[in-house]
């Protein structure tokens, strides 16, 4: 490491005729602390003069990182990475390594800002720590598959999701149906799993032929929880609605969900 060292105090004849050299001094392998450095005068007088140096310790930067798990699954391992070493040394430095925790659980609900993970307790003789806390993030089991004897995460029939494109006729009432489910395969119900739904495009088509029927007579105002079908469900009424108003159409739809991901669909009106 390297300090700059200028001379002790001379006395008033001295600075007369003195040079002050201010001298860099290369201290390899010194540890953070205080040190006096000392020197022998030439060219004014042999009186020895000292200077103090003072070597800080170098920064550390401790990020948590990111993680995920399924909704009431197995909590995963919490890691982090240091940036900041100097002079080629590594973690093998440090006397602490650090240790990080969550408060998110195998029991902790789905939450659109997740869980922090922090952590700390990381000691070394020539480094300070800072912390940078990272997030947990809880989600619903991945698309497609097994909840409650179907799809999990996607659009459920009558509006298909692959081969052809589910088509109604206009003025019916379209049964759009989901679910999501846990780690274990359970269908989750809980409030506040909807967090937005729109039509997101819309795209004409001449090709297109009405091949679905009629499902319901009663439309919904938003998606509600089924507890018989233990689905999420919204009946949309394409009658005299702004939104869906024109035959041999595409529509195009996102339901927005609590984890932050999204089920995309799409069906055709005639």
Request: hydrophobic fraction near 35%; charged fraction near 10%; glycine fraction near 10%.
């Amino acid at each position: 490491m390297n300090c700059a060292a200028s001379s002790g105090a001379f006395n008033t004849s001295e600075v007369a005729t003195a040079n002050l050299v201010t001298a860099t001094v290369t201290m390899s392998g010194a540890s953070a602390g205080n040190y006096t450095l000392g020197a022998t005068g030439t060219s004014v007088s042999s009186t020895s003069r000292t200077a103090s140096a003072n070597i800080t310790p170098a920064p550390l930067t401790v990020t948590a990182l990111n993680q995920s798990m399924v909704l009431h699954g197995l909590v995963p391992s919490l890691t982090f990475k240091i940036d900041g070493f100097v002079n080629g040394e590594g973690s093998s430095v440090l006397t602490m390594q650090p240790t990080c925790t969550t408060t998110g659980t195998s029991t902790s609900p789905v939450v659109v800002t997740g869980y922090p993970i922090t952590c700390s307790g990381a000691t070394a003789a020539n480094y300070t720590f800072t912390y940078v806390n990272g997030t947990l993030t809880i989600t619903y089991a991945a698309p497609g598959g097994a909840c409650d004897g179907d799809a999990s995460h996607q659009v459920l029939q009558p509006i298909n999701t692959t081969g052809t494109m589910s088509v109604f006729k206009m003025g019916s009432t379209v049964p759009t149906k989901f679910r999501v489910c846990d780690a274990s395969g359970a269908s989750i119900g809980t409030p506040g799993v909807v967090t937005g739904y729109g039509l997101v495009a819309a795209a004409n088509s001449s090709s297109i032929s009405v091949d679905e029927d009629a499902y319901s007579t009663t439309p919904d105002l938003a998606f509600r929880w089924d507890p018989a079908g233990q689905q999420w469900i919204f009946n949309q009424s394409t009658k005299s609605n702004p939104s869906l108003n024109k035959t041999n159409t595409i529509y195009y739809f996102a339901i927005n969900l609590n984890d932050g991901t999204s089920i995309l669909f799409q069906y055709g009106l005639k």
